[in-house]
């Protein structure tokens, strides 16, 4: 079962929803980097279960215990990076029932399929969204690695349940824009619970999900991602470029169905005059003066804020009844879940999608910085 992404920087993800831990070894982290163990826990708590109603009740403190990669003053010494959550509220006994019997929406009739009946059920094994723990960890690790080279990242709920929050002002790359873009950045990350940037929005949304929990169902979202200060020239064209890296991390996080870069889908109603990205001088560099590409054009990033939205499914886990099959009776069999779940999973999966973007930038600059400019006759 390969659980690992990257090239350069490569993250292994391991454990299972009611296993007796999960974690990360993460491979490849230049040497040199403080980790401030303080900034790792707040960003864990992010993404913990129990934060309000919109998320599961079940109590996990996501405390993360490096068991190796750091030397004695607390920095990356080089060796792997390998980083342990223990699970400690674990419930296997509510998902007795599902081994023969699996849940619509989720992984265990492909697992069975799979593995011939020998998966884990029980919160859904390694396909759980429990598993995002330790994705957070790598990526809270790699968000410090980037802050260094002035790197920022951040994400926000842009949709859940057809009601918007405002937008990331990045496809304007004004001057003026950069900073709006910045005071947004700045907005959330002063430790609001619910994370979007207009509070009147958000209460909506946090209606809206109580409705569905009321009703035994659940909803979905967007979630909205950018990387703020990234180098032009970096990344690789076709099947290694930006876009590429991203959505593969992006893809690993259990809930996702679809990304977008930029302007999106939208960019098949435009013409192209109206999508193109006209250049101006800017600090004596050709700049792009709109950023209707997501700040990536070719797999390789152009310096302009780069933007990306997953869409988020609705959970699969809900109280309402739902029809099933018993794998060993062949019968169709009415299905009961219960346990434990999120009326939404878009909230908590903010900070994953941080911490994958963060994971795959990192990687893309260890990987494919731009060449050096005087060793050839063209650039210079």
């Excluded at 849940?103 to 759980?128: C, E, I, L, M, V």
């Excluded at 709920?157 to 900073?179: C, H, K, M, R």
């Excluded at 990234?230 to 930006?242: A, E, K, L, Q, T």
Aim: glycine fraction near 12%; proline fraction near 7%; charge should be negative.
């Amino acid at each position: 079962m390969p659980s690992t992404f990257g090239s350069t920087l490569r993250v292994s993800v391991f454990g299972q929803s009611h296993s007796a831990a999960i974690g990360c070894v993460v491979e490849g982290l230049p040497s040199g980097i403080a980790v401030d163990t303080e900034a790792l826990e707040l960003f864990m708590s992010r993404r913990a279960p129990g934060r309000g109603s919109w998320s599961t009740p079940r109590s996990e403190a996501d405390a993360v215990r490096i068991v190796s990669g750091l030397n004695q003053g607390g920095e990356t010494c080089g060796a792997p990076l390998a980083m342990l959550i223990e699970n400690t509220n674990v419930r296997p006994g509510d998902y007795d029932s599902l081994r023969y019997v699996p849940r619509p929406g989720h992984a265990d009739f492909t697992a069975w399929a799979k593995w011939n009946g020998n998966q884990d059920a029980s919160g859904g094994g390694h396909f759980s969204g429990r598993l995002t723990a330790p994705l957070c960890a790598a990526g809270a690790v790699a968000l410090q690695a980037l802050g260094l080279r002035g790197v920022r990242i951040g994400a926000h709920l842009l949709e859940v349940a057809g009601i918007t929050d405002e937008a990331f002002d990045a496809l304007d790359n004004s001057p003026a824009a950069s900073q709006r873009l910045r005071a947004q950045l700045d907005a959330l990350a002063d430790g609001r619970t619910f994370p979007v940037l207009s509070q009147p929005a958000g209460e909506r949304m946090v209606s809206a999900i109580d409705d569905a929990r009321r009703a035994e169902d659940s909803v979905g979202g967007i979630v909205e991602c950018v990387a703020a200060g990234m180098p032009r020239g970096i990344g690789s064209p076709m099947f290694d470029g930006i876009e590429n890296m991203i959505a593969r991390a992006a893809f690993g996080i259990p809930a996702v169905k679809g990304i977008e870069f930029g302007r999106g889908f939208d960019v098949a109603l435009l013409r192209g005059s109206e999508n193109n990205d006209p250049y101006e001088m800017r600090d004596g560099m050709p700049t792009p003066s709109t950023n209707n590409a997501g700040g990536i054009l070719g797999g390789i990033s152009t310096g302009a804020p780069l933007l990306f939205r997953l869409a988020i499914k609705p959970t699969p886990s809900i109280a309402r009844r739902q029809r099933s099959v018993n794998i060993r009776t062949s019968e169709t069999e009415e299905l009961e879940i219960r346990g434990r779940h999120d009326p939404c999973i878009a909230p908590r999966a903010v900070p994953v999608a941080e911490a994958v973007c963060a994971l795959s930038l990192l990687d893309a600059i260890l990987s494919y910085p731009p060449e050096e400019m005087h060793l050839g006759g063209a650039g210079q």
